[in-house]
C-alpha cells in the first residue's frame, strides 16, 4: 500500500497547508521573505532543493520537445521551474501559468540531461497537483477525471474492457503472472492485448478480470488515482500473482513508482527478452528501427530487452537520437488530450530521426505507437509503426 499510502499522506499534507495558507494570507505582507523549510506552492509543499537544485543554467532549453516547438522561455523547462517557484509566492494560477505547466510531456530528457541533477518533470507534476487540489485545471485534466471515475478507463467508454478476449475461460482464479493490458491497448489497439496475451499465455500468465485505468494520466496530470489503483490492487492479491506483465511504458512506470512494492513489474519486452529461446522465432528479412518510450526508457532504463528481441527477428537501425538521449513522441504527461496540435509536432519531430531505408518503426507502447503513427500519416510519410509484440507475432507463426 506504499504508493496508496503516500498518496494518503499527500492529501492529509495538502489539507494541512491549504489551512496554513488561509492563515498565512491573512498575514502576508509584500516584504516577506521565505525562509521555511519548504516553499509552499499553490496547497501543495515542493521541497525548495528541487526547486534550488535547478541553477537556470538553460542546458535543457535544447532538448525540451515542447521549447522545440513553441519556442517561449515558459515553455521549457527552466521557464516551468520558476513558474512553479513563482507560483508559491504569489504568482497567480492564470492560464498562461496553466499552459507553462501542462505542455510538458513528462519525457525527462531534460532530468537526464540536467547537469545539476534536478528533476523537472517530478516538480511539473508536484505543480500541477497542488493546483488541481485547489480545483485548478484545464478542460483535459477534469476530462481524465470524469472519464476515469465514472467508466474506469481514460477514454470514458462503456463497452467491455476485455472485449478482444474470445475466451474468458482463460481467466485463472490464481496465477503467479498477470497481463496487465492498459487502457489503450484494451480500447484502441485489441488486436495487440488478443497477441500479446496470446503469447503471455503461453508461459501461464493470466489476467485482471476487470481491471481498471493503472491511474498514470491522473497521476501525471494531478490527480488522485487512489480508487482505481485500489481496485487493480484488491484483484492482484486475489489472484495471488507475484508479477504483473504489461506492454505499456505509461503502465509499467506508474505501476513500479506508485503502487505497493508487492509484485514485480516487468515489461512486455524484458519478459520476452528471457524466454526467446522457447519462443523461437524465426528471422524476417526486414529492417526496422526503434522508438524507445519515455517511460520505458529514461523512466524505467528498460534499453536493451526491446532491442534484443528484434535483432533475434531482424536488422535493427538506431533512429538519429535512441536510448536516454531519445526524443518523445509528444503524447505523454496529458499532452496528446489537452494540446493535440503540440503533441502532433512533437511527433513530427520525432518522425525526422527515423533513419532512411527501413521497414518499419518499432515501439513498446501504444500512446507512442498512436502519436507516431497520427503524425506520420498526417505528413505523409508512410511508414508503418508497430508494437513489438507485433513483431514477435510475426515471427513465431507460421509462415
Ligand atoms: S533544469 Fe538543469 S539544465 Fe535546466 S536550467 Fe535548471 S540546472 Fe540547467
Ligand atoms: S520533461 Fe520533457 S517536456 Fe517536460 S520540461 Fe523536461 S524536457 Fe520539457
Request: aromatic share 4%; charged share 25%; glycine share 10%.
Amino acid at each position: 500500500m506504499r504508493g496508496m499510502k503516500r498518496e494518503a499522506e499527500d492529501s492529509r499534507s495538502r489539507a494541512k497547508t491549504k489551512n496554513k495558507n488561509k492563515t498565512k494570507n491573512k498575514t502576508k505582507n509584500k516584504t516577506e521573505t521565505k525562509t521555511e523549510a519548504e516553499i509552499e506552492t499553490a496547497g501543495i509543499s515542493i521541497d525548495p532543493r528541487a526547486l534550488e537544485v535547478c541553477v537556470r543554467c538553460g542546458t535543457c532549453r535544447s532538448v525540451c520537445p515542447a521549447f522545440e516547438v513553441l519556442g517561449w522561455e515558459s515553455r521549457n523547462t527552466r521557464g516551468r521551474i520558476m513558474v512553479a517557484k513563482a507560483l508559491g509566492e504569489g504568482l497567480t494560477p492564470d492560464a498562461s501559468v496553466l499552459e507553462s505547466l501542462n505542455t510538458c510531456t513528462t519525457c525527462g530528457i531534460c532530468a537526464a540531461s540536467c547537469p545539476a541533477g534536478a528533476n523537472p518533470p517530478e516538480i511539473v507534476q508536484e505543480a500541477r497537483k497542488g493546483l488541481v487540489s485547489q480545483g485548478i485545471m484545464t478542460e483535459a485534466q477534469a476530462g481524465f477525471r470524469t472519464k476515469v471515475a465514472g467508466s474506469g478507463n481514460t477514454f470514458g467508454e462503456a463497452g467491455e474492457r476485455l472485449a478482444w478476449l474470445s475466451d474468458a475461460g482463460a481467466i485463472k482464479e490464481k496465477a503467479e503472472a498477470v497481463y496487465f493490458v492498459g487502457c489503450l491497448d484494451s480500447y484502441r489497439y485489441p488486436e495487440v492485448a488478443a497477441k500479446t496475451f496470446r503469447i503471455l499465455k503461453l508461459f501461464g500468465v493470466s489476467l485482471l478480470r476487470e481491471e481498471r485505468c493503472c491511474g498514470s494520466p491522473l497521476i501525471r496530470t494531478g490527480s488522485s488515482a487512489g480508487k482505481v489503483m485500489e481496485e487493480n490492487l484488491r484483484q492482484i492479491r486475489e489472484m495471488g500473482a507475484k508479477t504483473v506483465v504489461t506492454g505499456c511504458a505509461g503502465c509499467l512506470s506508474t505501476l513500479k513508482r506508485y503502487y505497493p512494492p508487492e509484485f514485480e513489474v516487468v515489461s512486455v519486452p524484458e519478459f520476452l527478452a528471457g524466454r526467446l529461446s522457447e519462443l523461437g522465432p524465426r528471422r524476417l528479412d526486414l529492417t526496422v528501427t526503434y522508438h524507445d518510450p519515455c517511460h520505458l526508457g529514461r523512466h524505467a532504463g528498460v534499453y536493451d530487452p526491446p532491442r534484443n528481441v528484434i535483432k533475434a527477428i531482424c536488422r535493427l537501425v538506431e533512429m538519429n537520437r535512441s536510448r536516454e538521449d531519445a526524443r518523445c513522441c509528444g503524447g505523454g504527461g496529458g499532452v496528446r488530450a489537452g494540446y493535440p496540435d503540440l503533441s502532433l509536432q512533437i511527433a513530427k519531430l520525432r518522425l525526422q530521426d527515423v533513419p532512411d531505408g527501413v521497414d518499419a518503426i518499432v515501439s513498446c507502447c501504444p500512446l507512442c505507437i498512436r502519436n507516431l503513427s497520427d503524425a506520420g500519416a498526417g505528413a505523409g510519410a508512410g511508414i508503418e509503426v508497430i508494437d513489438l509484440i507485433d513483431l514477435v507475432a510475426r515471427a513465431i507463426d507460421p509462415a
